[in-house]
């Protein structure tokens, strides 16, 4: 881990001096290969995935860990979406002059180096990868045991684009080990390390903020709400929180909560309750929301216990809550939800814009699914994870959550009297 962490500080040198030119070079010659190799990464992804339903991996893990043809087209077009972007990195802003004559302002800055520690999900990557290759950092990935195989031919070809381009190959390393003494290494190494970003499981997230000897990028669980209000658009709303809730069941942007305003719960939960039950979701309801659903054939219906509103399911099933206030909705949400991402299907504009003031959530939305919070659909062009936290970075962290700002000051000859 020592000799990793002086190759990516050494690498992380060069790329903060990178031309944009090498940079989106290495970035288009990534999408190439991954276009190119598909039928190798399938084959690598084929090992990861019979390995892991051999060891009993739970469905939602297997979903995440799949390398389908369609994620290896997103990857592909995320980097040239990155390399088509401007390039955060040397951007001088707020420059100002004071009256002894000096000019302030603020360049923007690569962070350094990155560690990344990840689960099942081999696109994060390329995600990872990319995003660091374009904002001049270097980066150490720890990937999780069960994608080891994916993770290995992605890196590959992420070496072979990097020196294709004349960068550092080390700027993008690859832990490759299993042994989990690597993770308890790698989030103690502040002389290599500035900051470290995991993505996966909420034990592993709370272990590396209980450990890390680094400041943590982190998001925890995504307990995400759709709340129906009053006055709404009942299609729309019924459109907005299917797809919200079964689009796919297994990210952190999947809504898991539904809470119906008391006006529209007659008129709403029997039709969103037909959806959900020709789709298998089972419904944990409060006692109002149960006995409109009743009579809905085929639902599977579960009363809800207090641990279901705090509960991210990443399955096909979801609560669901009657509220009498816009007051109560956003109470709910801000007391058990995770901060991740809530939405408001309404018509009513000042109760939109409460919402979007008074939730305290990194992303929050109107009319809108929550599926739509990741970095590809921000047209941020990939995404390091969505961090809850609001410090340095909040929501999808793309290029700039990976940046810093320093001061500059510019002068001739000036001192201080």
């Not at 190119?36 to 084959?43: R, S, T």
């Not at 390039?87 to 802003?93: A, L």
């Not at 058990?336 to 018509?347: M, N, P, Q, R, V």
Request: aromatic share 4%; proline share 5%.
């Amino acid at each position: 881990m020592s000799a990793l962490g002086v190759a990516a500080r050494a690498a992380s040198r060069l790329m903060a001096a990178a031309p944009t030119a090498a940079k989106n070079t290495a970035l288009l010659a990534l999408a190439r290969r991954l276009r190119a190799e598909g039928p190798a990464l399938a084959a690598a992804n084929a090992r990861d995935l019979q390995a892991a339903e051999a060891a009993g991996l739970a469905g939602p893990m297997l979903d995440r860990l799949r390398l389908t043809p369609a994620v290896i087209a997103t990857v592909a077009e995320g980097c040239e979406q990155i390399a088509a972007m401007p390039d955060p990195i040397g951007e001088i802003t707020g420059v100002k002059r004071r009256p002894t004559g000096i000019s302030v302002g603020q360049m923007r800055v690569p962070l350094g180096v990155f560690g990344m520690i990840y689960e099942s999900r081999p696109n994060v990557t390329i995600e990872a990868a990319s995003l660091a290759i374009k904002s001049g950092n270097a980066c150490l990935l720890r990937g999780g045991s069960e994608a080891f195989h994916s993770n290995q031919a992605l890196a590959a070809l992420v070496a072979q684009s990097l020196e294709e381009a004349g960068l550092p190959a080390a700027a993008v390393q690859l832990v490759g080990t299993t042994d989990r003494a690597a993770v308890g290494l790698l989030i103690a190494m502040p002389a290599y390390v500035d900051v470290i970003i995991p993505r996966g499981g909420k034990g592993l997230i709370e272990r590396i903020a209980a450990e890390a000897r680094v400041p943590v990028i982190k998001h925890l669980d995504g307990n995400c709400h759709c709340y129906v209000d009053a006055e709404v658009d009942l299609d729309l709303a019924l459109r907005v929180v299917d797809n919200a809730k079964t689009q796919k069941v297994s990210p952190c942007n999947a809504t898991e909560s539904l809470l119906v305003h008391a006006a529209q719960a007659a008129a709403f939960l029997p039709r969103m309750g037909a959806v959900f039950a020709a789709k298998g979701v089972e419904m944990r309801g409060c006692p109002r929301s149960l006995a409109l659903l009743q009579g809905v054939p085929g639902a599977t219906l579960v009363a809800a216990t207090e641990a279901d509103w705090d509960t991210e399911y990443l399955a096909l099933v979801i609560s669901i809550k009657v509220v009498d206030s816009l007051d109560e909705a956003m109470d709910h949400i801000n007391r058990h939800g995770s901060h991740h991402t809530d939405a408001i299907l309404t018509t009513n504009h000042p109760n939109a814009m409460r919402f979007l003031r008074e939730v305290d959530s990194a992303s929050v939305m109107v009319n809108a699914s929550t599926r739509f919070a990741d970095g590809f659909e921000y047209g941020l062009g990939a995404e390091i994870g969505i961090s809850t936290d609001k410090f340095h970075a909040r929501g999808p962290v793309g290029l700039e959550g990976l940046t810093s700002m320093k001061w500059v000051v510019l002068g001739q000859g000036e001192v201080r009297g």
